[in-house]
């Protein structure tokens, strides 16, 4: 079973759009595949309560929109994996997707602050989910969580060299 530390948790804001990166330490059994650590990851306290925003923690029940997915339900079947190119043509090319107006330019501003510290060079998996990919009424997404942000997703990398594990929780509300 993968033990999860808290290593760094920063929080990227352009208006009402952002997103938090969080990055933990894995300490690993040595017998884990990436499924079985983002499935672990996604059932922990790292997870539940270390990568939320500091908003949240702060102030619970405070009324601060929370999560959207419902792990309870939803699983690593729900996520595309992928690799690095993979997760940066999905953030780049989620620009293309609806009509922006001039929010078009937060999110370019969010990109460039990922891209600044993203490791280019990662060999790590990539898991992507995004609350676009559900309909309404679906139990995997948490109402009105889903209705409420313009865009929910996460992006989560895990690279068995470095063992890290690192959550982008990427909102627009």
């Known amino acids: 079973m993968p033990h999860f530390t808290l290593f760094t ?17 894995l300490e690993l059994d040595g017998q884990e595949n990436t499924d079985q650590i983002v499935e672990a990851f996604l059932h922990s306290t790292a997870y539940s309560y270390d990568s939320l925003y500091d908003c949240i923690k702060a102030k619970p029940n405070s009324g601060y929109l929370e999560r ?31 009509f922006w ?16 510290i993203h490791d280019k060079n990662s060999n790590a998996e990539f898991y992507i989910i995004s609350k676009d990919w559900f309909t309404s009424g679906d139990p995997k997404v948490f109402e009105p969580q889903a209705w409420c942000y313009t865009y929910y997703f996460l992006v989560i990398s895990v690279d068995l060299v ?11 509300d």
């Open 9 to 25: 948790h920063r929080e990227f804001a352009q208006d009402y759009q952002g997103f938090a990166w969080t990055e933990f330490a």
């Open 68 to 98: 959207a997915f419902d792990f309870d339900v939803a699983g690593l079947i729900d996520f595309k994996k992928t690799d690095n190119a993979g997760a940066c043509k999905f953030l780049i090319d989620f620009k293309g997707e609806g």
């Open 101 to 116: 107006g001039s929010d078009i330019n937060q999110y370019e501003k969010l990109l460039e602050s990922y891209f600044e």
């Open 162 to 172: 470095s063992k890290t594990l690192v959550l982008s929780e990427w909102t627009y």
